[in-house]
């Protein structure tokens, strides 16, 4: 890198953010100007995923917050990865903002409040997951100038959207006010994320690319999008295997009817909870439903009368 640019990258970071201002004059062949206007599809089609609106809605599982947390925490190990691994190559440096960017910390808060001590050894990363790992390994490793686009997708939009998805998720999932389980959204190093993304997207615009280099980043940031929507539709496909009812044994513990939240043991199990076997008002009223158990029962009650006739006789 140039000296005269990276006296000019200190410069920038003896400021707070809430200094930086973006310069007013934008041009179309702007790296973040060809992001916007390249990606508007591919986000357009991301945000209109069933799974999107459903969370958006209010709609969203805690048993498919947990996997989409999982995924995260996956894809940020990866490209944070490998932004350390290229830290140093000019066509990132620039962009490289640990303190105030990286997630895998705030990923493994959210997955041990959700899966508990020992978290490490109950989640596996999925299918589409691994495809997004192994996508940005691979250019990590072989085409860093293109971490770029991937870096650029995921913060920016944890900055945006991320933040309504944060108070979505605290509402419909109950999560505590002070912030357990998704932190992933907490950025506690930026004090202003609309003058970080702006200051984040100067940065992008100083990078000293080529036309075709700032092409293939932005190909390279719809393929992002693609890699999210596969998630998101692999979300999807298991959510419409999860219902209202927690299986145990077999055994349908709600019988659909009632207030769910009004049975402590059954919410238990809603929330993760690993231990108890279930309410046992509905657990008793499933046991009854059992062609054996309603037989047993018969006979039972076919020697109680017996043995009630004999004492009247």
Request: net charge negative.
């Amino acid at each position: 890198m140039p000296s005269e640019v990276t006296e000019g990258l200190e410069e920038t970071e003896s400021l707070s953010y809430e200094e930086l201002e973006e310069d007013g004059s934008v041009s179309p062949s702007d790296l973040s100007e060809l992001l916007k206007e390249g990606t508007k599809e591919s986000h357009d089609q991301a945000e209109n995923t069933q799974f999107v609106k459903d969370f958006l809605k209010g709609k969203i599982k805690r048993e498919l917050f947990k996997l989409g947390t999982v995924a995260l925490f996956f894809t940020y190990s990866a490209l944070e990865e490998e932004m350390e691994r290229n830290k140093d190559h000019p066509a990132f440096m620039p962009l490289y903002f640990p303190l105030e960017l990286h997630r895998k910390e705030a990923l493994e808060k959210d997955l041990e409040y959700f899966y508990g001590e020992g978290w490490q050894g109950k989640i596996q990363c999925s299918e589409a997951a691994q495809r997004y790992v192994d996508r940005i390994h691979h250019i990590g490793q072989h085409e860093p100038e293109l971490l770029v686009a991937h870096a650029y997708t995921r913060y920016m939009g944890d900055l945006s959207g991320g933040q309504v998805l944060k108070k979505v998720a605290q509402r419909a999932l109950k999560l505590p006010s002070t912030g357990e389980g998704v932190q992933f959204y907490v950025f506690e190093n930026i004090s202003n994320p609309q003058q970080f993304k702006q200051f984040y997207r100067a940065r992008l615009n100083a990078l000293d690319l080529d036309k075709g280099t700032k092409e293939r980043i932005v190909e390279e940031a719809n393929k992002a999008f693609e890699f999210n929507m596969q998630v998101f539709d692999e979300l999807d496909k298991i959510g419409a295997l999860l219902t209202e009812e927690v299986q145990d044994g077999g055994l349908r513990l709600h019988d659909g009817q009632g207030d769910l939240r009004k049975c402590p043991y059954y919410a238990a199990k809603l929330a993760g909870s690993s231990e108890g076997t279930g309410c046992p008002y509905h657990l008793a009223l499933a046991l009854l439903k059992q062609p054996p158990v309603q037989l047993a029962l018969a006979a039972c009650l076919a020697v109680a009368a017996g043995v009630a006739a004999w004492y009247v006789m």
